[in-house]
């Protein structure tokens, strides 16, 4: 059974940081490219950052570009997703997701998902 948990949501004052975290277990971690999502209260699922497998490529929504960092830890079966310079617009549910393939931006590619952590950033 695939699982995927995220971790190091919070509240943080605008321009804080704070570091997400997603363990994943059940699946080939090391063949996995994987997403970070976030949505809103009464929005769409948005892209934010993906990585591939390898770590040898990234990409980034405009939005967080300059401020979030993905990363991964094969080792650790983790990925993570540093945030940097928040603002109160960050504010949403953040929600990691892994797929075999070639990440992507579009969310209905993703095979499996975490279940999501709350960031909220107080102006």
């Known amino acids: 059974q695939v699982q995927l948990v995220e971790s190091g949501g919070g509240l943080v004052q605008s321009g804080g940081s704070l570091r997400l975290s997603c363990e994943a277990s059940?699946?080939?971690?090391?063949?996995?490219?994987m997403g970070w999502f976030r949505q809103a209260p009464g929005k769409e699922r948005d892209f934010v950052a993906a990585?591939?497998?390898?770590?040898?490529?990234?990409d980034y929504a405009d939005s967080v570009k300059g401020r979030f960092t993905i990363a991964r830890a094969t080792a650790k079966n983790t990925a993570y997703l540093q945030m940097n310079s928040l603002k109160p617009e960050d504010t949403a549910v953040y929600y990691c997701?892994?797929?075999?393939?070639?990440?992507?931006?579009?969310?209905?590619?993703?095979?499996?998902w975490g279940q999501g952590t709350q960031v909220t950033v107080s102006s």
């Open positions: 997701a892994a797929r075999t393939g070639f990440s992507t931006r579009n969310k209905y590619e993703y095979d499996y």
């Open positions: 990585i591939r497998w390898s770590g040898s490529m990234t």
């Open positions: 059940g699946l080939m971690f090391s063949t996995n490219d």
